[in-house]
C-alpha cells in the first residue's frame, strides 16, 4: 500500500496568483499522475510522470523521485482553474489517490 | 474528440439488487478501469481489465463485483447484491498503454449511484 498525501486540503487564491499543490508518498512508485475533478464531478488527466517535470500552458508539475514528492503549479490563476486537485501515484500496479485539494481561484 | 461515455448518469436502487454500469472506452483503448468515489471521500482504484481478463483489483472488489466486457465495445461494472456503502460515483476509464509506464487515463464523466 502507498501513503499518499496532498496539501493544502483547500486553497483560495486571487485571480493572478502563483499556486502550489504538493503531494508526498510513502513508498517508491512507478509514475505519479496529476488529475483535475470538475465540481461536476468529472476527472481530467492533467500530467503523467515518471521523472523530472513537464509543462502544459499555465501548468507545471515536478517530481523528485528520492524525497518521495511532486508539486503542481499554476502560474497566472484564473477562476476557471476551480476546481479539486489530485494526485494519484501507481504502485505495484494500482492506483493510490490522494484526497485532493480543492482550489478556488476569487476574480 | 474522443472520450469515455458512461451509462447511466445517475441510478437509484433498492439494497438487495444487482446493478450494471456501463461504459464505452475510447475505441482504439486497450487498458480499462473502474473506479469509485464515495462522496467526500477520495476516489479509489477499484479494477484493471486487460485482454478480456482483470489484471489488477483491490481489496474493495470482492465478490459481489464483477467486470466483463461483452461485445468488444461496452465494459460493464456489476454489482450483485447493492449494499447502501456501494452508494458512490463510479468511474470509468481507459488507456492505450499500461498506466504505469506511458499512459494518460481518459475518464468519463461517472455514474452515480444511490443505494436506499
Known sequence: KNEVEQSPQNLTAQEGEFITINCSYSVGISALHWLQQHPGGGIVSLFMLSSGKKKHGRLIATINIQEKHSSLHITASHPRDSAVYICAVVFGNQFYFGTGTSLTVIP | ?116
Open chain 2, 1 to 116: 474528440e474522443p472520450e469515455v461515455t458512461q451509462t447511466p448518469s445517475h441510478q437509484v436502487t433498492q439494497m438487495g439488487q444487482e446493478v450494471i454500469l456501463r461504459c464505452v472506452p475510447i475505441s482504439n483503448h486497450l487498458y480499462f478501469y473502474w473506479y469509485r468515489q464515495i462522496l467526500g471521500q477520495k476516489v479509489e482504484f477499484l479494477v484493471s481489465f486487460y485482454n478480456n481478463e482483470i489484471s489488477e483489483k483491490s481489496e474493495i472488489f470482492d465478490d459481489q463485483f464483477s467486470v466483463e466486457r461483452p461485445d468488444g465495445s461496452n465494459f460493464t461494472l456489476k454489482i450483485r447484491s447493492t449494499k447502501l456503502e456501494d452508494s458512490a460515483m463510479y468511474f470509468c476509464a481507459s488507456s492505450d498503454s499500461i498506466v504505469f509506464r506511458t499512459g494518460e487515463l481518459f475518464f468519463g464523466e461517472g455514474s452515480r449511484l444511490t443505494v436506499l
